[in-house]
């Protein structure tokens, strides 16, 4: 049998056959009984035909791998329906037309923009269902598959600026030349980039738009301005299509790819576009607009536009130098990335060592080098110009079918990524069991079989890759003139500073300047000035790269204010480019991180190990770590330091790897527990042996340290403090240590403790540790530091309040006699599984939560703990319910907050809808939290734009506008349910 072709199957009598009972293999399940009974949700409401053969292998396929997928499928069974019997032809060209007249009012009127935005997203759902169906299914090619998610956002941005335009015509600022077509002649110009230009666009991506207009043709009322007129338009359909609303989104837009995108406004002139592309366009926005297509507007005028810049794009001579240029911005990305090994586990498939981005750059640069004298070189699409480049003589047939075949699998792993969660990723999961789960979606029957094809396209690419950039010359010297002496600026130097992106290059100069002239002690030396005069260009050009070179520079300067010496530092710059793009990007986006370096510049050397780029997690192997950094130091004071530079490096390492994309924030606070713990549990044994060579054992005597909070539940983030309590046990009926200055049991297990606190908290020339709070004590601030098992046990049975059985949910012993931690852990879990009234548990709760919002408030829509909805809500919810029912369900007890809502559901306790909704915003509020921890200086609920901008990049989100929007509507979410669970106070 042949592929579908017009949703149908040619059969051998000729006939033709439904295309959903003519589909290929579908994915093989992990748990084929979940999937059925997911199924069984919405059997019922399908038809009979639907239930069984080919189109329950695909319903089967999306209940178990996708849960987006799947919630449009159970939503709407009858739309399910009508997309699984109708050719999925049919059904994309009647979305496209939906699509593409939705912001078209009745009878003339100016259109409803609720409305329209409640039409175009669910016109999306059902395309992005379809599409799935048609992919999974195997009904459609990669190419058909990416033209129908191109020509959908075509339809979706005409749509939007057609109901904004109409809305200016009703108003009277608009007189379209065409009332039923008012972008005809509007001198509108929008422009759809990469791969949306190329009509490659993937399943959950960016769309990149430029927005151009034309005053002089541009039919405004009299006498209002061109540019807010237009920078409003663009601005709006932007709203309109990425505003998250109870149904969804439609695109996420991304307008960066304009001229100068930090200092101009969102729509430009095409005069003012025009002479910037002609006098200082770079070369990767010409290998930008060699994908560049009108979408939207004035077309015509687009496409006059695009020819205009014809010479721009594509020069008369070959163009060798791009090659260089091009490669240079490759490294950066590597670096700043950190993809130098190629492993399977966490590989970026798109940005990671033989991905997508490789082939990408393969097929532009060259199109770049030759297409100004090979005309038929000028296409926008990738496979395609593989072809033209071989049969035009340049790269040879395997190249052009091994980086095809790789291509073509690389964008369908890329889709089915996306396909899970709706998420704008190309990174692969960490986790076995997910990485194994993925790998079956992917078609394959086991990970092993995945990784093989996954690795084998990989290399190579990277095979073909590095034949065409092995002789790639260094740029770093090549930035333009950057003159620094005298007294006065170079005018040359401010024009090469604008042209690195630096809003203020007097500033610049002048600090610059300032430390040539040895105005900070750092730089001071003969030395350091000598290496410093090498190295500017090349970290002005890797400053350059960040959100905000003008931030990233003031940051370092700040820097040289703190260090004593920076010979040392400038040096390890020098010598590793990759290094270097990395500090750079520290100073832009993590100032706290590149402090770090400031002060210990050899925690750079962790990311050029090979090792970086292993997301390591495992508790045992960063204790492993730790202690090899500690050694075997035979002097307390030493050992102080050395757990400071140990742990300040291990946390360096795991915050770089967060930054770069390598850990999740997830895996991110794991590491940072791990840290801490091997912190205490080198220091309670150090100081343990030392205060027994001074004071003896005590007869029987044992001593853990539990952790509370986040540390207890694995969550620390870069700059969490450290919760702890320390119990001690010991024989009463022999309590005096047998030493030199023999103490009793209580007064030195006391001492201990105080000590073991000095540890970990004392400053040193090396630093601080951690903070340590020892507040959650039976007795609090009050009394011993330490205290004693038996009263623990009694303390716990009988006087605690329920907030403190509360903060047990989240307690783990950390270091310490095992034995001891076996009872302790059996105490904490018996005053967990106590019987207890679910009523009460949940007023109490209601009431201690409202008593804290009455007494502390809250900081503001970035304060995700203490504001309603945020994490305070979520982890009081989840305690409520291990108290409330861990004696009828004790599976609750130990999870984190997404795994026990789960779990609760299951119990019953929740319903399915909540706890989904509950785990999800969950993990995006404490993953913004640890990105708020390692981007944000001072206080993380005044972030900066520069921060507000990053979190929102970190987060898949367009902006800081959008991030406060989906922040907002999930502690919206959330403290509904929480008030519909536990009531709202009396």
Not at 321 to 335: G, L, P, S
Not at 581 to 606: E, I, K, M, N, W
Not at 656 to 677: K, T, V
Not at 960 to 973: C, D, I, N, S
Request: aromatic letters at 6%; one cysteine or more; a negative charge.
């Amino acid at each position: 049998m042949s592929r579908p072709e017009n949703g149908q199957i040619a059969q051998r009598d000729g006939s033709r056959a439904p295309w959903i009972q003519c589909l290929g293999p579908m994915p093989p399940l992990s748990d084929p009984v979940a999937a059925e009974a997911r199924l069984a949700e919405v059997a019922e409401a399908l038809p009979a035909e639907l239930r069984d053969g080919p189109a329950r292998g695909l319903l089967l396929a999306l209940a178990e791998h996708s849960p987006f997928l799947w919630s449009l499928a159970a939503r709407d069974p009858d739309r399910l329906a009508r997309l699984l019997r109708t050719p999925p032809e049919e059904s994309d060209a009647r979305i496209l037309r939906e699509q593409r007249i939705a912001g078209r009012g009745q009878d003339g009127a100016a259109p409803d923009l609720e409305a329209v935005s409640e039409i175009l997203r669910r016109n999306r759902a059902e395309h992005a269902l379809l599409v799935a169906l048609a992919d999974i299914g195997g009904a459609w090619p990669l190419e058909r598959i990416t033209a129908a998610l191109s020509d959908f956002a075509d339809a979706s941005v005409t749509a939007a600026f057609d109901a904004l335009l109409f809305q200016a015509a009703a108003s009277g600022r608009f007189h379209p030349a065409d009332r039923e077509n008012p972008q005809a002649g509007s001198g509108l110009v929008v422009l759809g980039l990469g791969k949306l230009g190329g009509r490659e666009l993937n399943y959950s991506s960016d769309i990149d738009l430029i927005v151009f207009f034309d005053p002089e043709i541009a039919p405004l009322k009299e006498g209002l301005e061109p540019t807010p007129f237009f920078t409003r338009l663009a601005q709006g359909a932007a709203k309109l299509l990425q505003e998250r609303t109870r149904d969804g989104y439609v695109h996420r837009v991304d307008y960066r790819l304009r001229p100068d995108p930090g200092s101009t406004p969102t729509a430009l002139s095409l005069a003012s576009a025009y002479i910037y592309y002609e006098t200082t366009g770079q070369n990767w926005e010409r290998a930008a607009f060699i994908k560049a297509r009108p979408i939207a507007g004035d077309i015509p005028a687009g496409e006059r536009f695009l020819a205009e810049l014809t010479p721009f794009v594509w020069r008369k001579y070959f163009d060798f130098a791009a090659i260089a240029d091009v490669h240079a911005m490759k490294r950066q990305i590597h670096a700043v990335r950190g993809h130098e090994a190629l492993a399977v586990a966490g590989h970026d498939i798109k940005l990671g060592r033989g991905g997508i981005r490789e082939i990408e750059f393969f097929v532009q640069t060259q199109q770049l080098v030759f297409g100004g004298r090979r005309p038929i070189l000028r296409g926008r699409s990738t496979v395609p110009m593989l072809a033209r480049l071989h049969d035009d003589g340049w790269i040879s047939q395997e190249a052009r079918d091994e980086l095809g075949a790789a291509y073509t699998f690389l964008r369908t792993i890329e889709h089915r990524l996306q396909m899970v969660r709706d998420e704008q990723t190309q990174r692969l999961p960490t986790d076995p069991a997910e990485l194994d789960a993925f790998a079956r979606f992917a078609g394959f029957p086991d990970r092993p079989a995945f990784e093989a094809a996954l690795l084998g396209h990989a290399r190579r690419v990277q095979a073909h890759y590095a034949l065409l950039f092995e002789a790639a010359p260094d740029l770093s010297s090549e930035v333009g003139d950057l003159v620094f002496s005298g007294a006065a600026d170079d005018p040359a130097t401010l024009a090469t500073l604008r042209s690195l992106g630096f809003r203020e290059p007097e500033t610049v100069a002048e600090t610059v300047r300032g430390w040539h002239f040895g105005r900070r002690a750092a730089v001071r030396s003969p030395r350091a000035r000598e290496v410093l005069t090498e190295l500017v260009p090349a970290l002005l050009k890797a400053l350059s790269g960040t959100p905000d070179p003008d931030a990233a520079l003031a940051n370092l300067d700040r820097a040289f204010g703190r260090m004593p010496a920076a010979v040392e530092l400038l040096t390890i710059l020098r010598e590793h480019e990759r290094l270097r793009l990395l500090f750079a990007d520290l100073l832009g986006s993590a100032p706290r991180l590149a402090g770090t370096v400031a002060f210990s510049p050899h925690v750079l050397d962790a990311v050029i190990d090979p090792d970086f780029g292993d997301p390591v997690i495992d508790p045992a192997g960063i204790a492993a770590h730790y202690r090899a950094l500690l050694g075997r130091p035979d002097d307390h004071e030493i050992f102080l330091d050395r757990s400071r530079d140990a742990a300040r490096q291990l946390r360096f390492v795991a915050g770089a790897r967060l930054l770069s994309g390598i850990l999740r924030p997830q895996g991110a606070g794991e590491a940072f527990s791990a840290i801490a713990d091997a912190a205490i549990a080198t220091a309670l044994e150090t100081v343990a042996a030392k205060f027994l060579a001074e004071h003896g054992a005590v007869p029987g005597g044992r001593i853990v340290v539990i952790g509370y909070g986040r540390l207890g539940s694995r969550q620390l983030t870069a700059e969490s403090d450290l919760d702890l309590v320390v119990l001690y046990d010991f024989d009463p009926d022999d309590r005096t240590s047998a030493g030199p200055k023999p103490l009793d049991a209580a007064v030195a297990y006391n001492r201990l403790t105080q000590r073991l606190v000095a540890a970990l908290t004392a400053p040193t020339r090396r630093g601080l540790l951690y903070e340590v709070d020892l507040r959650l004590r039976p007795g609090g601030g009050q009394g011993a530091t330490a205290t004693q098992f038996r009263s623990f046990k009694a303390y716990q049975s009988e006087e605690a309040e329920l907030w403190e059985h509360m903060a047990l949910t989240r307690a783990r012993v950390i270091a310490g006699d095992a034995a001891l931690a076996a009872d302790a852990a059996a105490v904490i879990d018996e005053a967990l599984r106590r019987p207890r009234d679910a009523h009460s548990v949940y007023r109490a709760v209601r009431d201690m939560r409202a008593t804290v919002e009455r007494e502390k408030g809250d900081h503001g829509p970035l304060d995700l703990k203490l504001t309603p909805g945020g994490l305070l809500d979520l982890d009081f919810l989840g305690q409520a319910l291990v108290l409330a029912h861990a004696h009828d369900h004790p599976d609750l007890i130990g999870l984190d907050a997404p795994a026990l809502f789960k779990r609760a559901a299951q119990a019953g306790l929740l319903e399915g809808g909540e706890a989904e909704v509950l785990g999800r915003a969950y993990r995006h509020l404490d993953d913004v939290h640890h990105w708020q921890r390692l981007m944000v200086e001072g206080d993380p609920t005044q972030a900066s734009p520069v921060a507000m901008a990053r979190l929102a990049r970190a987060a898949n989100l367009p902006d800081a506008k959008a991030l406060a929007a989906q922040l907002e509507a999930e502690r919206l979410e959330v403290r509904t349910i929480f008030d519909r669970r536990l009531g709202r106070p009396g």
